[in-house]
């Protein structure tokens, strides 16, 4: 089944979320980010939370909570601050998505709170690709979405592979919970 099937039929159900970890383009997503260990992935997906950070910051230059809540994951990340303090600016990030008028915005928040939980637990990665291509979907409508959703797959595949190989070259500090695994 081509992914874009499978898109347009959550469409059709009219489901908010249009992929999901078992969507055929994430496939290969998925089983690359099960085989990292933590660090290489919260890396990944703290990295490309940036790009939705960035967007979100064009559009609402005076709400800067998923900047926060990517700035409180790196600290989490790196010892520098507890859980509970993290956790605050991450429900901050999704409750932005309710305030939100269009779903592509909603979805992008959706996105980078994910990528920020992806410190507590591994398993919250896939749903940084998960909203963010929702949100290109939205974004661009089902018959112009093709080439940007895949695009940004190989995007995910690309950046997982380089801190994959790089992760011994990171400058920044790690908690000792994150030293686990």
């Known amino acids: 089944m081509d992914w874009l099937d499978d898109v347009n039929a959550k469409i059709k159900r009219k489901n908010q979320i249009l992929f999901s970890q078992e969507s055929p383009i994430l496939q290969e997503l998925s089983e690359l980010v099960e085989a990292q260990n933590r660090r290489t992935v919260v890396l990944w997906a703290l990295d490309l939370s940036g790009d939705c950070v960035k967007e979100l910051l064009e559009k609402y230059p005076m709400d800067d909570?998923?900047?926060?809540?990517?700035?409180?994951?790196?600290?989490w990340?790196?010892?520098?601050?507890?859980?509970?303090t993290a956790k605050?600016?991450?429900?901050?990030?999704?409750?932005?998505?309710?305030e939100m008028d269009l779903p592509e915005d909603e979805a992008l928040c959706h996105a980078v709170g994910q990528a920020c939980s992806t410190v507590h637990t591994k398993r919250h990665a896939m749903g940084l690709p998960?909203?963010?291509?929702?949100?290109?979907?939205?974004?661009?409508?089902?018959?112009?979405?093709?080439?940007p959703v895949e695009k940004r797959c190989a995007q995910y595949i690309d950046k997982l592979i380089y801190w994959r190989d790089n992760l011994s070259e990171y400058k920044g500090t790690w908690a000792k919970f994150m030293m686990k695994e």
Do not use: D, F, Q
């Open 65 to 75: 909570r998923p900047l926060r809540a990517l700035e409180e994951a790196k600290r």
């Open 77 to 84: 990340a790196a010892g520098e601050i507890k859980m509970p």
């Open 88 to 98: 605050r600016a991450i429900l901050n990030c999704h409750s932005m998505a309710k």
């Open 130 to 147: 998960i909203y963010e291509l929702t949100a290109i979907v939205k974004k661009y409508g089902i018959e112009n979405c093709r080439e």
